[in-house]
């Protein structure tokens, strides 16, 4: 579903030097399959999700990104969305004034639009939101709030799954979905992520820690440090990592 | 919303720039004392109205156009405008819409404000003024029912002159400024509102401004009495043909409210704003303000100003009952070239006045916006209170927001909020909106009406969906 080959990306910082974030990044990503990305802060990680959903502002010297047998390069972030790709936000972003439900329901209309589809009349999509909010726990009064604004860590992340219920993307990328979330809120979270699990959709878990894994179980787990994947395993690598920390790995870097 | 749509939108740039041919009577270009005695006589005036006039006249030649706005313009020659255009008539005045010139008709179609009672917007009176002069006002026999008077300016003149002597200019004085001087002295028409005691207008009340003719001026003025314990709801809208010239527009509203009484006011300004350039568009020159003269009335301005190449207005309102409330909803785009430099002033004087102040700016090309704003406490006002709030948004690296809030405190019982915010549109809130599928377009334009929400919720229900298709049209070309 997702090839990523030899991706080299880097980034203009305040003195407008060139820094390098990502060295090579391959990664090949099948349907059905959920990978998790863990590694140190400052690895590449959420650069990586960025890069994926099409965010300006990075310089791509090398590299494919292919989804769907698609070089989705050019794309522009709608486009990109159009077909199914989805971020899931290490930080939601706030709209003041601009109703949550109006906002989702604009964005659904807009994707099935671009997908030839019929757009969702209010009734039908009601409907639809009202069953998806209980599956996050959320009250319905946060849909007529205005997007993200005032809701606290644990409820900008259950409005980004949420959304990710409500569009039902093809690839989904979880960018530390996890951080700052007490237990309940972490277990809604991989509810969301399992119920979505089917063999034609993937998912990019990005985190640092283990626990979220123990509840969405990933088929590969790769580990990312300086803009390279060094290593990649099944889900036991995960605890390995939770055992051992990064340091060991990043020593084998150094050495190689 | 579809890509049709966007399409449709981001390709018509100022849609209402069209020209009516059509045979007027058109004063040839200048200014004296011969041309307003000729305006007076055409219009049949009072003697009081033409001795107004003539002393304005006499004044404003006293005075230089004002310099303190963040503005820059072409000086104006004044002699080079007309002061008078009017569609050609064939009897004197049409006695119903069907002696309209049908062209006319045709005109306010194409710009969406059915002139036919049973149109569209059934429930809203329209009175249209074209050029110079008012061509018809709908609904007038349900309105003079209910005891409302509605009806163009130089009508009222005709019909009751005792209103006009007893109200006009006691608000804007002809004394009060330059633009509010040449109005008072050339003024050609305009509309009328009088609600009696205890009425509550059964319908909106509207009016449509369209200058048509080329280099001539529009001065109409606008005079709404809201007798004791009445409510009325106004709104005008504002087109005009893309010409490469300016035009000048320098209006004067009055607003009065007695005991208990309330007017609403909502203004979507769309005059033509030029080009890309910044040639042609309207000098909008506007004194407005209104009285809050009885206990308990409550005067409320909201405007949605999107057009012009100049915009320089100032609702204000005079809070001289006790417990009396003014109110300031604004949202002015300067978009290309455009200038605004916008406000309001409240002027407490009663005991517990109270008012509020929420201004929305948004620059994006190389536009312009500036507020300013004057709120003033007197001695007498015991426990006046205001809330002032000024937000900016940029949405380019070109484009500027100014503030200039003035504050005058003469009582020490005033409590007197300010808040104020810039901030460039969000990459952010740009690439969240995009990530979940929206276009870049569509992503702004919900951006923008989001942030002005608070002053939307403000205008009647259908003129809000009509002022975010404005705001999407006026911020074409201007991201990306």
């Not at chain 1, 969301?192 to 993937?202: D, Q, T, W």
């Not at chain 2, 820059?72 to 009017?86: G, M, R, T, W």
């Not at chain 2, 003469?410 to 808040?419: D, R, S």
Request: aromatic letters at 8%; a neutral charge.
């Amino acid at each position: 579903m997702l090839q990523i080959k030899n991706l080299h990306a880097s980034i203009q910082d305040e003195k407008q030097k060139s820094k390098v974030i990502l060295r090579g990044i391959n990664l090949n990503i099948k349907p059905g399959e959920v990978h998790a990305i863990m590694g140190p802060n400052g690895s590449g990680k959420s650069t990586l999700a960025n890069i994926l959903a099409g965010r300006a502002g990075y310089d791509i010297s090398q590299g494919e990104i292919i989804f769907d047998e698609k070089n989705i390069f050019t794309l522009a972030p709608e486009e990109r969305a159009a077909l199914g790709l989805f971020l899931a936000f290490q930080y939601p972003v706030e709209i003041p004034g601009v109703n949550n439900m109006y906002f989702l329901k604009a964005a659904l209309n807009s994707l099935r639009k671009q997908r030839g589809l019929n757009e969702l009349d209010a009734m039908d999509f009601l409907t639809l939101i009202k069953n998806k909010i209980k599956e996050v726990c959320l009250n319905e009064s946060f849909l007529h709030r205005a997007v993200n604004e005032g809701f606290s860590g644990g409820e900008k992340k259950r409005n980004e799954v949420l959304q990710m219920l409500m569009l039902e993307p093809r690839l989904a990328i979880l960018d530390e979905t996890d951080s700052g979330l007490d237990i309940d809120a972490l277990q809604t979270v991989a509810k969301g992520v399992n119920s979505l699990r089917s063999e034609n959709r993937s998912f990019i878990i990005v985190t640092h820690y283990q626990r979220l894994l123990d509840y969405i179980v990933p088929d590969v787990v790769h580990v990312m440090v300086k803009g390279k994947i060094i290593k990649t395993g099944g889900k036991e690598l995960a605890l390995e990592l939770e055992a051992k920390g990064y340091g060991w790995l990043e020593e084998q870097v150094v050495v190689s | 919303m579809s890509n049709a749509y966007l399409k449709e939108v981001v390709n018509k740039s100022y849609e209402y720039g069209f020209v009516t041919p059509i045979e007027s009577d058109t004063f040839p270009p200048g200014l004296s004392e011969k041309v307003i005695r000729d305006i007076s006589k055409q219009k049949n005036e009072p003697e009081f109205l033409l001795q107004w006039r003539l002393k304005a006249y006499e004044y404003w030649l006293t005075l230089k156009a004002p310099q303190w706005a963040h503005i820059n313009y072409p000086e104006i020659d004044f002699q080079k405008i007309s002061y008078y255009s009017a569609p050609k008539i064939k009897k004197n005045a049409p006695k119903s819409l069907d002696e309209v010139d049908p062209q006319l008709l045709e005109t306010y179609k194409k710009l969406g404000i059915p002139l036919h009672e049973q149109g569209r917007l059934a429930g809203v009176a329209v009175d249209a003024v074209f050029d110079s002069v008012s061509v018809a006002t709908t609904f007038k026999e349900k309105l003079h029912e209910a005891g409302v008077i509605f009806c163009s300016f130089s009508e009222a003149v005709q019909k009751y002159p005792d209103l006009i002597e007893k109200y006009l200019g006691t608000v804007v004085p002809y004394r009060d400024n330059f633009f509010a001087a040449l109005n008072s002295a050339v003024f050609s028409d305009g509309s009328f509102v009088y609600i009696p005691k205890g009425v509550r207008c059964p319908m909106e009340l509207s009016t449509y401004f369209r200058i048509n003719a080329a280099n001539t001026g529009q001065f109409e003025r606008t005079l709404i009495i809201a007798d004791e314990n009445s409510v009325v709801s106004y709104l005008e809208g504002c087109t005009a043909p893309m010409r490469d010239e300016n035009q000048l527009h320098a209006a004067v509203v009055e607003l009065i409210a007695l005991e208990n009484a309330q007017i609403k006011y909502s203004t979507v300004q769309n005059w033509y704003p030029g080009d890309e350039e910044g040639r042609g568009g309207i000098f909008n020159f506007v004194t407005k303000r209104g009285a809050c003269r009885g206990k308990n009335s409550k005067i409320s301005w909201t405007q949605i100003e999107t057009g012009s190449a100049i915009t320089w207005k100032y609702p204000s309102v005079i809070l001289q009952g006790e417990n009396s409330v003014g109110e300031f909803y604004s949202v002015a785009l300067t978009n290309h070239k455009q200038q605004a430099d916008t406000g309001t002033k409240m002027i407490h004087i009663g005991k517990n006045s109270k008012s509020t102040i929420i201004s929305k700016g948004i620059s994006a090309g190389k536009g312009q916006n500036t507020y300013r704003g004057l709120v003033r406490v007197l001695p007498t006002a015991d426990n006046a209170r205001n809330f002032t709030q000024c937000d900016s948004l940029l949405l380019s690296d070109t484009c500027g927001a100014h503030t200039f809030p003035n504050l005058e405190i003469k009582n020490p019982t005033a409590k007197i909020e300010h808040e104020a915010s810039t901030s460039k549109i969000g990459e952010d809130q740009l690439f969240y909106c995009q990530q979940r599928g929206l276009t870049l377009e569509n992503a702004v334009s919900m951006i923008v009406n989001g942030f002005c929400k608070q002053v939307f919720n403000e205008l009647p229900m259908e003129f809000a969906v009509e002022a975010q298709k404005l705001l999407e049209v006026s911020l074409e070309g201007s991201v990306g």
